[in-house]
T-cell receptor
């Protein structure tokens, strides 16, 4: 079975440009997470979906970041416009969503964003 | 304020050595997760603990709920164990806090 798929794996853009990341979770996983990971740091949650509903977006910088999970499957995270400080690895993870924080999360390979 | 603290930040060991990575947390948790991240790679879940101890191959994870502390042990370490090990705590409401990770290098 395929794991969590993310694309692109790498993205280099100039500041003020828009960028979008795509995530396809493991089939049947109801919960989807977007994290940002800066170098030398642990992941930080940006947004969590339960099916198609965003249930925790308190850490999402809403002035420039947006996300959607249409039909409760794939998800897209967008930044517009990108700033230098947005350079990081953006990770998508999914879980079954049956056991809350005791669920195992399965992580995608991440998208490494470099903003010049 | 960091809800999750890991130590050490960096660790270098000789192949075959016994390794311990520590995680302390300051919040009430539902579960604690140990994760492994290889350079340029994704994150893999190693253990989920809510009490006691779990063992998988050469990896052992323990948790002391009263002391809010967990340890990850690697016996007979091998260069392929070189990775970043991340402790994450799960709270009620499906909230997670992650540690900054421990970078382990095992030298042949």
């Amino acid at each position: 079975e395929a794991g969590v798929v993310q694309s692109p794996r790498y993205k280099i853009i100039e500041k003020k440009q828009p960028v979008a990341f795509w995530c396809n979770p493991i089939s049947g996983h109801n919960t989807l997470y977007w994290y940002r990971q800066n170098l030398g740091q642990g992941p930080e949650l940006l947004i969590r979906y339960e099916n198609e509903e965003a249930v925790d977006d308190s850490q999402l910088p809403k002035d420039r970041f947006s996300a959607e999970r249409l039909k409760g499957v794939d998800s897209t995270l967008k930044i517009q416009p990108a700033e230098l400080g947005d350079s990081a690895v953006y990770l998508c993870a999914s879980s079954l969503g049956l056991a809350g924080s005791t669920d195992t999360q399965y992580f995608g390979p991440g998208t490494r964003l470099t903003v010049l | 304020k960091n809800e999750v603290e890991q130590s050490p930040q960096n660790l270098t060991a000789q192949e075959g050595e016994f390794i311990t990575i520590n995680c302390s947390y300051s919040v009430g948790i539902s579960a604690l997760h140990w994760l492994q991240q290889h350079p340029g790679g994704g994150i893999v879940s190693l253990f989920m603990l809510s009490s006691g101890k779990k063992k998988h191959g050469r990896l052992i994870a323990t948790i002391n709920i009263q002391e809010k502390h967990s340890s990850l042990h690697i016996t007979a370490s091998h260069p392929r164990d070189s990775a970043v090990y991340i402790c994450a705590v799960g709270l009620a409401g499906n909230q997670f806090y992650f540690g900054t990770g421990t970078s382990l290098t095992v030298i042949p």
